[in-house]
């Protein structure tokens, strides 16, 4: 299990979200949380590269100023719909944008991951469909008022008051949620394991 094979290791979250340091501390993994400060860039490119490329920047970063025996974790999750990036929303206005094209559609979350251990950087992504119930002008209005769409890809958070909207979903949980835990798994135990 995770929190076993990490025990005796330094971690490190290269990660400002707060539901990533909540998904470290349900696993059990004690981390230091470093938030990386590097620039995303929403480039024209496929949606797994994009999360992968933003994760790996992330962890080497911050690998950079740490001894090489940290295991250093970045992440990055986006929305997809319709072959458009839909990100953090800058203001309100995109909020409801997002939320409007998302009301009655289906939609993927993608979740990438790196892991930085001995100079070596690993990484890996999942994808998760969402799909929303249609939502009123009201509803939308309502749910920007409470400030969570502002901090979210794709204006949501599916841990939050945004879980009311969607109508199912086809994949990981958790990687809607911002973090991909069975992608940590499986790099952590194929690569860190002694």
């Known amino acids: 299990m995770l929190h076993q ?30 938030p990386s400060e590097v620039e995303e860039n929403e480039e ?8 992968q490329r933003h994760a790996y920047i992330k962890a080497e ?32 206005y995109v909020a409801y944008e997002y939320l409007q094209r998302l009301s009655g559609q289906k939609h993927y ?8 251990y001995k100079h070596k950087i690993y990484t890996s992504y999942t994808r998760t469909a969402v799909e929303f119930n249609e939502l ?6 309502a749910y920007i008022e409470t400030g969570e ?8 958070g599916i841990q939050g008051y945004g879980a009311q909207f ?19 798994y499986e790099l952590v135990n194929k690569h860190i394991r002694t």
Do not use: W
Request: overall charge positive; proline content about 5%.
């Open 5 to 34: 094979i990490l025990a005796d290791k330094q971690v490190v979250l290269a990660s400002a979200s707060p539901r990533r340091k909540i998904i470290f501390e349900l696993l059990g993994i004690k981390a230091l949380v470093l």
């Open 44 to 51: 024209h490119s496929s949606p797994q590269i994009l999360v």
């Open 61 to 92: 970063h911050i690998a950079g100023i740490m001894p090489a025996d940290t295991v250093v974790v970045g992440s990055d999750t986006i929305v997809y719909h319709n072959k458009e990036v839909l990100g953090k929303p800058a203001d309100k």
């Open 109 to 116: 979350v993608y979740s990438g991951v790196a892991v930085s």
């Open 136 to 141: 009123s002008r009201a509803e939308i209005e």
């Open 149 to 156: 769409p502002m901090d979210k890809a794709g204006a949501y």
């Open 166 to 184: 969607i109508k199912k979903i086809n994949g990981c949980y958790f990687t809607v949620m911002g973090f991909p835990i069975t992608a940590f």
